[in-house]
């Protein structure tokens, strides 16, 4: 049995928290309009399912490229500062696809150089997530819930919101208003009042080699961080990469497009549930709690795969979507929690760059796969993967013993320079 402690840390809705928490949740609102909008827009611009395929491939290879340079940058000159900045470079992307889907004029290169350099941005922004938590909330694991039902709302309403906008006003008025959330978001971090952070001052391309090999070291010395990813690119390729593609055109074939959203929609709504679950629950080994939970998601592909008539298939996607919820704020809260601040961002880089590796090969695999054997029995065997990978990390003693911490990790060396996280 997995033991809880008692009680929490401190007072969750500070000034800070509350700010980073609209900022946030106003920023994924955005981002869960924008796929619809990309998808009518580059259609409605003429370039067909290939533009849709390049422009989205055009922001996801820089994501992937330069996401470890992103959180050396964000160690070296502090979080805040380079998440302001990629903010403000995704208000200027956005609202330049804006104006040329309003104004008819949105060649391909524009739309997928756009995208290149929104993606750029992201990767910037992406590592910082990991040590503005610790910074502005006094309990950590009842942020991340708190942050999660905010992503579980913008995928249940973005997408509907996006589609209603593109019908009536055009996808050029979403690109706008994604454009508005990148600035919202950019004033309410810029509005934050943060400690002082310790950062090592060093410049150079020797200097940059030693901090990816540093962020490396501290990565791959934690067996509990690098076991999970391992796992995770199996699960990339084999489950996360084909229940979408695979998944979707089953449901829609024997229950009809519509069963799809709802699907979609119950899984959200599990996941909002699990979000507001892990706000409470406070397991004294967090990974074992959530790889307990995390066995309810392969009830998604097993639903699909079998096939489950709609009732059971919304019940499945909903403990599936509360199921993830609750891993993701345990895994969350376990980085930020265990590893020193000063490292963090690099860390969080690895950790994101592997957790994503496998998604893209198991997306491109999937429909030939499922060709061969059926896409239904590519599902079950996610489903197999699923419960296996589950069996795995409660088997892997760094994983299944790492003991929660209420208490951030503080830097390495306090030889180290200081200076303000502005």
Known sequence: MIGMTKGHTGRMWTRDFGLYFAGRAVALLGDGMLPVAVALAVRDAGHGDTGVGLVLASWMAPVVALILFGGVFADRFGARRLMIGADAVRVVTQLV??????????PLWLLMSMSAIAGGAAAMFQPGLASMVPLIATDVQRANGALRVADAGAQLLG???????VVLTGPGTVYAINAATFAVSAVCLLALRLPPVTRVARRGVASMRHDLREGWHEFRSRSWMWSVILIWIVFGITVFGPIIPLGSGLI???LGESAYGWAMSAMGGGTVLGGLVAMRVRPSRPLAAGATGLFGFALIPLSISVPAPLPLLLVAHAIGGASWAFWSVMWATSIQTQVPRDVLNRVSAYEVAGSVSGVPIGQVLAGPIAVL?????VLGVSALVGVAGCVLLLAL???RNLRRTDNTATSRSQTVVS???A
């Open 97 to 106: 696809v804006a104006y040329a889907l309003i104004s008819g004029n949105a």
């Open 159 to 165: 997408p509907a919101l996006s589609a209603t906008l």
């Open 252 to 254: 829609a074939g024997y």
């Open 373 to 377: 054997i059926g896409a239904d029995v």
């Open 397 to 399: 003693p760094p994983i």
């Open 419 to 421: 200076a303000s996280a």
